[in-house]
């Protein structure tokens, strides 16, 4: 599996961070040698295994549908980097 | 009170001191600041260091056991990985994002301590969102080892396992992904445990790979550790992966004899790769154990380095998911004058996070990938079942297994920073435990050239104190956890 400088780009862009240009073939260095690393994957025999999502197979339990929250909109908003009006700002989205 | 020795106590010494009414929590709490504000400038093993509240904590505890009813830890001082939020003190997850965030609200670990009257020392120094094993990801500088500042004190939790070496916290909290309570805890000389996955509360705990991260206690002995776990450990409805199980008293069963214990030997774990003289420490302790009516058994876990990759997809692909909720948005840092929406994630995200967050985010929006998904995470998840297998079919045979902590005990900074795959290495026998969800604990076994050996203990799902019982039992006949490092003393105290 070979990766390149387009596949890094793209990657970027699905995780929503920008690539310093000055370091984009480190980094596409760096996670060539990490996907090396797990491609040894590749050469394990899973044929008919279960994949494991849960280490003891634990399943979501279910609970009463009470109200155990109460309103913490103040607090929450005066940590927020930009609010108005009870509402989180961010750049314009619609012209 | 000898104010001296006052750091010399463990966690057990401390509550009796108190009870007794030899010092007081503001005393002690005191001697601790003090220390953190003269000694911590060599180590930084804390980020931010609690001094207004932890004395109001302190002041509160002694008027609770005046008034005669004081909990189990009623003005214990530890410490609290940075990683747990707590209300009103700055939660940085040793992370630029979150550089500014102060939470609303305690983590349910942090809750506990509260309740059972612990006193906050101060968060502890981390790699970047728990990810590394150097503490060199850190935003806020690396953690110095105490043993030897040319070297790191391993990670991720390496400021809890660096305060308690230097005698700055007689205990801490802390998390394990992949081996980041056992691996500082080794290179550090101290002791450290990671409970069954689901035994103690994930909520408010800054979530790196939910499937595999774990809190638990660090300290300098096996007893500290179970008097901590006795309080971490809880059911949590606010945790959807907590087990509702009934928490036992750790400490019950430290007393017992391992006259007939089965310890599993695995062969993959003393393997090329592995330090002579770590070998060496490691098999002296086996021998102290055997000397004490325990059982050596040869076993073998076939999927051993298949775990290092599995880890690397599963823990990366969880991560990109996890850390999508960094966006600038709600809390923490935000770029400048971003010009669109688009804008505000690419550079918000490209400031915040460090090198190698971001190298793991990418490979996990890699294997998540459409047309990759198959080949890589279901893969993972085979294999991960496969490794699980490993244990249960040994559990048929022995009682714990163990082995060495780590490959080699500590290494020089920046020796394996600018190559992950090295770095990642590093916890080849801490990383399969975490993918079965098993508990696993690391105790301080020896030395090599003065740098703490660490002897790692695995135990079947919820046996924790039977782990305990072991470290226990080796440590009332040996004294490598009560070896200090050199340099620990105040100025004033020369």
């Known amino acids: ?95 | 009170m000898n104010d001296s020795i006052m750091h010399n106590k463990t966690i057990a010494e401390i509550i009796a001191g108190l009870e007794a009414g030899e010092f007081t929590s503001v005393e002690i709490t005191q001697h601790y600041l003090k220390r953190i504000k003269q000694l911590d400038r060599k180590y930084n093993s804390y980020i931010t260091v609690n001094e207004t509240s932890a004395l109001a904590q302190a002041e509160a505890a002694d008027q609770r056991r005046a008034k005669g009813n004081a909990p189990a830890f009623c003005g214990v001082p530890i410490a609290h990985k940075d990683i747990f939020c707590t209300n009103g003190i700055r939660t940085s997850c040793g992370s630029k994002m979150l550089d500014n965030f102060v939470p609303p609200y305690d983590a349910t670990v942090v809750e506990n301590f509260a309740n059972a009257g612990a006193v906050v020392l101060g968060k502890t120094n981390m790699d970047e969102f728990a990810m590394g094993s150097s503490n060199e990801t850190s935003f806020y500088g690396p953690v110095k080892n105490p043993w030897n500042i040319n070297t790191v004190p391993g990670g991720s939790s390496g400021g809890s396992a660096a305060a308690i070496a230097a005698h700055l916290a007689p205990g801490a909290t802390a998390t394990d992904t992949g081996g980041s309570i056992r691996q500082p805890a080794a290179l550090c000389g101290i002791t450290g445990l990671k409970p069954t996955y689901g035994r103690v509360s994930r909520w408010g705990m800054i979530a790196f790979a939910s499937s595999l991260d774990q809190g638990g206690p660090m300290a300098r002995t096996a007893e500290d550790c179970a008097l901590m776990l006795n309080v971490m450990a809880s059911f949590d409805p606010k945790d959807s992966t907590s087990i509702d199980r009934e928490v036992p008293d750790y400490t019950t069963n430290l007393n017992q004899s391992l006259n007939g214990l089965k310890i599993g030997i695995p062969r993959e774990y003393f393997e090329e790769g592995l330090n002579p003289g770590t070998e060496q420490a490691v098999k002296n302790a086996l021998a102290e154990l055997e000397k004490q009516g325990a059982t050596l058994v040869s076993i073998s876990l076939p999927h051993t380095k298949l775990a290092v990759p599995a880890y690397y997809v599963i823990a990366p692909a969880e991560a990109s998911a996890n850390l999508s909720r960094f966006d600038g948005v709600r809390y923490g840092h935000r770029c400048e004058d971003p010009k669109d929406l688009r804008d505000m994630y690419m550079r918000t995200r490209a400031e915040g996070f460090g090198e190698e967050v971001k190298r793991r985010i990418l490979v996990g929006a890699y294997c998540l990938s459409a047309g990759y998904y198959d080949a890589y995470y279901r893969k993972a998840q085979q294999v991960r079942r496969l490794i699980k297998q490993d244990f249960v079919d040994a559990f048929e045979k022995v009682d714990v297994i163990m082995g060495p902590t780590s490959p080699s005990p500590a290494f020089e900074f920046g020796s394996k920073g600018d190559d992950p795959v090295a770095m990642y290495l590093e916890d080849i026998y801490t990383i399969a435990t975490n993918l079965a969800g098993l508990p696993g604990m690391s105790a301080p076994c020896g030395f090599v050239d003065n740098k703490p050996v660490g002897l790692q203990i695995i135990g079947n799902y919820f046996d924790e104190s039977r782990m305990l019982n072991v470290a226990h039992q080796f440590q009332l006949a040996t004294d490598w956890h009560k070896r200090s490092p050199e340099g620990l003393e105040l100025e004033e105290a020369k």
């Open chain 1, 1 to 95: 599996m070979t990766i390149e400088r387009a596949d890094i780009e793209k990657l970027a862009e699905l995780a929503r961070i920008e690539i310093n240009e000055a370091t984009i073939a480190e980094t596409t260095q760096s996670i060539a040698d990490v996907l090396a690393l797990v491609d040894q994957l590749q050469a394990a025999d899973t044929e008919g295994v279960e994949p494991m999502a849960h280490p003891t197979d634990a399943i979501q339990r279910l609970r009463a549908d009470e109200v155990t929250e109460i309103n913490h909109r103040e607090e929450f908003q005066a940590i927020a980097p930009a609010t108005e009006a009870g509402l989180y700002l961010v750049p314009k989205v619609i012209d």
